[in-house]
């Protein structure tokens, strides 16, 4: 199986959760919200073969994003993910809107010519993300746990994205719609753990097994046919990387 997109670092036992997605052999791309959380966490995951780091600047951190971004520019040749960024302008992010569009186009701007797996947010902010995506002429990237309108998912496909699905999609008529208007060949799986509650506790990287299985009932497919289909995908997306990751 594979993760991709999960805050392991605010689980409260970090280490604990990367070694068992290690172990299990499900490839988890650990997303941070901030370049010094991502230099925490590098020396805790670099031996493990199946978790992959991101370099991260998440719009709702907005206001630290100044003092990272020397940090960021110093990293971004360490990994070959990238996350969690994006626009957040919700009721939670929308104060901070202005200084958030600044520091998406800094992000986009530091990966220029830079092959690299980007997992971003978007929430209430889809058209705006698209148009910068479009002007700084980067894709394709990953939407995580999309909730925005059908026009924009359209657009977002018609521009080559992809799109992350986690197991609390499934638990709205908004979230089943959305998966049910993507094209297999861009979906991926996710389990934002900690913040997707599954049976009454946080999400773990082994609980994409429930986001394959409503993929699996949707599409009338077995599980594996989705397990196999979701592992496409990715080594497409990742393909320009020349990563060899163990699945």
């Not at 360490?78 to 569009?101: H, M, P």
């Not at 609980?207 to 196999?228: K, P």
Request: aromatic content about 8%; some cysteine; glycine content about 6%.
């Amino acid at each position: 199986m594979i993760d991709t997109h999960c805050h392991v670092d605010l689980y409260p036992r970090p280490t604990e959760v990367a070694a068992g997605a290690d172990r299990a052999g499900i490839l988890t791309v650990i997303v941070t919200n901030l370049p010094s959380a991502f230099e925490r966490a590098l020396p805790f995951v670099q031996p493990l073969r199946n978790i992959r780091l991101a370099l991260g600047l998440h719009p709702l951190v907005a206001e630290q994003h100044e003092a990272e971004r020397e940090k960021f520019t110093a990293l971004v040749d360490k990994t070959s993910y990238i996350g969690e960024v994006g626009l957040d302008f919700s009721r939670a992010g929308y104060s901070t809107k202005e200084l958030q569009i600044e520091s998406f186009r800094f992000v986009l701007r530091a990966l220029r010519g830079k092959p690299k797996f980007i997992t971003l947010h978007s929430r209430r902010a889809e058209s705006t993300v698209l148009d910068i995506l479009e002007e700084e002429g980067r894709a394709p990237v990953v939407f995580h746990w999309y909730s925005g309108s059908l026009a924009d998912l359209k657009r977002a496909l018609d521009l080559g994205h992809f799109f992350s699905i986690n197991p609390a999609m499934f638990d709205s008529p908004n979230g089943r719609k959305i998966v049910a208007s993507l094209p297999q060949e861009r979906v991926l799986t996710e389990s934002d753990g900690p913040f997707v509650k599954v049976r009454g506790r946080a999400a773990a990287p082994a609980d994409v097994a429930y986001a394959e299985e409503g993929l699996a009932s949707l599409w009338e497919q077995e599980r594996h046919e989705v397990t196999a289909k979701i592992r496409q995908n990715f080594l497409e997306l990742i393909r320009p990387l020349r990563q060899k990751p163990q699945l």
